[in-house]
């Protein structure tokens, strides 16, 4: 509804209640203050509430009901006009209101008839209101029970009053049987609601059977001479206190489009509140709640295209959601679809946000599957880097070891057969041939160091265990090793927890200035605990040297994590945890 | 050359085992050159039948080989009758092989650039019983 309309429709309404109370003081018979008050407030109450159906359920035809409602409510009062056209008018349509009200109470919450039958109803009903109201307008002088000043009334045909006594006999079971049937039939329809509907549904149930019994008393009090409705004061009562629980109508529709506003918060909280990652059955829990739809149903087109599953696993056709159901799309590809309670296509702003917020709760997940797979994929090619690194520093010591090593061995050995040879020969020969030897040698120990400092091959040789022993052997600080398996794990593994303990061993020697330095490796369930401590002068801080920064990219190779705790003066503790099953 | 390793004598007293020519050849002069009579195998496999057939007294046994290990080879030999004392040999250090070669049958190791006619009458010295 345009803006426009909004304003002119308010303005009628404004118009017509101020016309009402304009109506009230013209001279004539004076009129109680509630009465006028009553009138004007459920009149204006309706208008106001048709604008607000408007706007909230553009499809819905509600607004227009609440509207017309609202008019007939108040059309009655130009009767207090002193002239004879809109006196018979006013008082011709005084009962029609009711018809109306019937006809909102059957069309709730859609604004739609559900049934001819119930179309045939609400018919039946107008016409009977309007009909009766004619009859008796038929019989009816006003100058017998009006003030002599009443204008008159242009329908009467006979003025004597027993025919509108005849009508009444058979007024008061046929108004009272159709408000029965109206009433019935709202709690059918909402005992037969679910979700949205049935909460749609809600503040009617209160509302109709106060209005219904509202409406039974009036007739009997129009029919039934009882003492306390011919009083004043019951008059007053049952005319003017009474029709205020009307007001409860508009009320009550004005407060669950709050509460629908509550709901779009609603879901804006669900999809905060869902944490990332969490399976799309979680998400459908979260907007069924907050849509207050506990039918909704989110499905996914099949990656074939077959079909669409519900995250329940149920197979769903979104082109026959089946009686009462409606689809919206989550996305424009239509690869998702929301399922839902068909009440909710007049509550579109509520849906269109939550198929928004469920596509991107959707596609955040999507997103996060993606960042998981690359990250995943990163660790993967990190770790195969770092092995493959392992296996070329491994292999090139192994070349070492079968090329120059072995030809620089013989090659020592041949010097020292020739030295030997010469002994005593030839001096100058002989010491020639000593230093050659003693060279030889001295390029054997450098070119093994080098070697070791590739690869360990006591590593690849005995595992952890030796491997550890010989790092400790050759520390220059005194180490001891408190703990260390026996057995063999996955070469990343030995490999990471040798560099750790060779690092660390490596730089408790350059910096720590200690006395003692402890090695402890552990297996438990699903690590291996590699753990290195020294009494030296603490401070080793993991960014200060690329040594401490570098061991610990290399555990993070393998997955595992490394952790420092080094406070100045306290000495230092290294400890690094590593996966292994 | 390997096809070099099938002659050998029936009164071969030292079996050197190795896979490095160059090495093969220079021990087997060296030791020769200090009296031994030399027997040579360029694998696991053909050190095990080269010893049930020429019985020697010593095998200096290259840790290194391409088929089993020296580790796997003593294991083998050591079964035999009438074993031989075994020395362990590389061109690495003891260490680097942790506490396997105290735990293997062999009697002790001789860094290879160690290797003397001297060194092997030692072990031979102590072997005997």
Not at chain 1, 224 to 238: C, D, K, T
Not at chain 2, 18 to 24: A, L, P, S, T
Not at chain 2, 47 to 66: E, G, K
């Amino acid at each position: 509804m345009s803006r426009r309309w909004q304003a002119a429709l308010t303005a009628a309404a404004v118009a017509a209640v101020t016309g009402l109370v304009v109506v009230t003081y013209v001279p004539g018979p004076p009129e109680p203050l509630i009465g006028t008050i009553s009138q004007a407030a459920v009149g204006l109450a309706f208008l106001l509430a048709g604008i607000a159906a408007w706007r909230r359920w553009p499809s819905s035809r509600l607004g227009l009901l609440f509207t017309i409602t609202g008019y007939l409510w108040l059309l009655p009062s130009v009767a207090r006009l002193p002239y004879a056209l809109p006196f018979t008018i006013g008082n011709l349509m005084a009962p029609v209101y009711g018809a109306a009200l019937a006809h909102l109470g059957l069309a709730w919450p859609t604004g739609r008839l559900r049934s001819r039958f119930e179309a045939g109803v609400v018919i039946a009903d107008y016409a009977w209101n309007i009909g009766q109201s004619f009859v008796s307008m038929f019989f009816w002088n006003p100058r017998t029970n009006c003030s002599p000043g009443c204008p008159a009334n242009l329908l009467m045909v006979d003025g004597s009053k027993s025919a509108e006594n005849v009508l009444g006999v058979i007024s008061a079971p046929v108004g009272l049987a159709l408000t029965g049937i109206v009433l019935v039939l709202i709690v059918r329809h909402w005992q037969a609601a679910r979700g949205w509907s049935r909460r749609a549904m809600v503040p009617l149930l209160w509302i109709a059977p106060a209005i219904c019994a509202l409406s039974v008393t009036q007739t009997v009090a129009e029919n039934i001479s009882l003492p306390f409705f011919n009083s004043r004061v019951g008059n007053l009562v049952l005319f003017g206190y009474a029709p205020l629980i009307l007001l409860a109508g508009p009320a009550l529709f004005v407060a669950s489009t709050l509460l629908a506003r509550t709901a779009r918060g609603a879901v804006g909280t669900a999809i905060v509140d869902l944490e990332s990652g969490a399976p799309p059955g979680r998400l459908r829990d979260a907007l069924a709640r907050a849509l207050g739809d506990s039918t909704l149903q989110l499905a996914f087109r099949l990656p074939d295209g077959s079909g669409y599953l519900d995250t329940a696993g149920q197979a769903v056709d979104p082109a026959r959601p089946g009686p009462g159901r409606a689809v919206t799309p989550v996305a424009e590809s239509g690869d998702a679809v929301l399922i839902h309670d068909d009440g909710l296509e007049h509550e579109p702003q509520l849906v269109r946000l939550t198929a928004a917020a469920a596509s991107m709760a959707l596609e955040h997940s999507r997103l996060q599957a993606e960042v998981q797979a690359q990250l995943e994929q990163v660790s993967a090619s990190r770790a195969r880097i770092v092995e493959a690194g392992d296996d070329a520093r491994r292999r090139l010591e192994r070349d070492l070891h079968d090329g120059a090593q072995q030809r620089l061995v013989t090659l020592s050995l041949a010097l020292g057969m020739a030295r030997n040879r010469a002994t005593g020969a030839d001096p100058e020969l002989e010491s020639l041939l000593e230093s050659a030897t003693k060279e030889a040698r001295e390029a054997i120990v450098e070119l093994r160091e080098l070697a070791r400092g590739i690869h360990p091959a006591v590593l690849t040789e005995t595992g952890l265990a030796g491997a550890i022993q010989a790092l400790v052997e050759r520390s220059p600080v005194a180490t001891t090793i408190t703990a260390v398996p026996a057995g063999r794990f996955p070469a990343p593994v030995e490999a990471t927890a040798y560099f750790v303990v060779s690092e660390a061993l490596t730089n408790v020697a350059k910096h720590a200035a200690a006395r003692n330095a402890q090695v402890a490796i552990r297996k438990l369930a699903t690590r291996v605990v590699v753990e290195v401590s020294d009494d030296g002068a603490g401070g080793a801080a993991p960014d200060a040297g690329s040594g401490l920064r570098g061991l610990a990219d290399r555990v993070a190779s393998v997955g595992g994590s490394l952790r420092i705790d080094s406070p100045p003066g306290c000495g230092t503790r290294l400890e690094a945890e590593i996966p292994c099953p | 050359m390997r096809c070099d390793t099938e002659a050998v004598t029936a009164s071969a007293a030292i079996l050197v085992v190795d896979d490095h020519d160059g090495f093969r050849a220079f021990a087997r002069k060296m030791l020769e050159l200090a009296g031994f009579t030399v027997a040579e195998a360029a694998s696991g496999a053909e050190a095990t039948a080269a010893a049930r057939r020429i019985r020697p007294r010593l095998v200096l046994l290259d840790i290194q080989l391409p088929d089993f290990d020296g580790f796997e080879v003593a294991r083998r030999l050591a079964g035999q009758e009438d074993s031989p004392v075994i020395v362990l040999t590389s061109t690495r250090e003891a260490s680097d092989y942790g506490g396997r070669i105290a735990a293997s049958a062999a009697a002790g190791f001789l860094p290879k650039d160690q290797l003397s006619g001297a060194a092997l009458l030692r072990f031979l010295a102590e072997g005997m019983p």
